[in-house]
């Protein structure tokens, strides 16, 4: 069974919105702002990875958008299966869609083994 990777532009939107709306009153970091990156463990600032979905929003939104295809799943499993991904794919730094594509790609995989029980 393939599960195509759907559409993520609306999820981005949606966490952008989202996050803005609530980041009124903060600043973005300064270190980001210039192209790099903040290492700063107590930073309150807004950073780049504060617009990103995370995987409850991701596997919230796969499972509302991939047509019950993903029926026989719940949530938690789907965010396992991202973060694994994000392990599998780490040292090439996956984007966002190769991620949802692997975590999808292992997900159909073990629909199979599941369907076949």
């Known amino acids: 069974m393939i599960i195509?990777?759907?559409?993520?532009?609306p999820l981005r939107d949606q966490v952008?919105?989202?996050r803005v709306g609530?980041?009124?009153e903060q600043r973005l970091c300064r270190f980001e702002v210039?192209?790099?990156?903040?290492?700063?463990?107590?930073c309150d600032d807004l950073h780049v990875g504060d617009f990103e979905p995370s995987d409850k929003d991701i596997a919230l939104y796969l499972l509302d958008s991939t047509g019950g295809a993903l029926r026989l799943f719940n949530e938690g499993e789907i965010v396992?299966?991202?973060?694994?991904?994000?392990q599998r794919l780490e040292p090439s730094q996956g984007n966002l869609e190769e991620v949802v594509a692997d975590a999808l790609s292992s997900l159909a995989?073990?629909?199979?083994?599941?369907v076949q029980s």
């Not at 995989?109 to 599941?114: A, I, P, S």
């Open 4 to 9: 195509s990777t759907p559409n993520l532009r």
């Open 16 to 18: 952008m919105q989202r």
């Open 22 to 24: 609530r980041a009124r």
């Open 34 to 42: 210039g192209g790099g990156s903040c290492h700063d463990k107590t």
């Open 80 to 86: 396992s299966q991202l973060a694994q991904a994000r």
């Open 109 to 114: 995989g073990k629909t199979h083994q599941l």
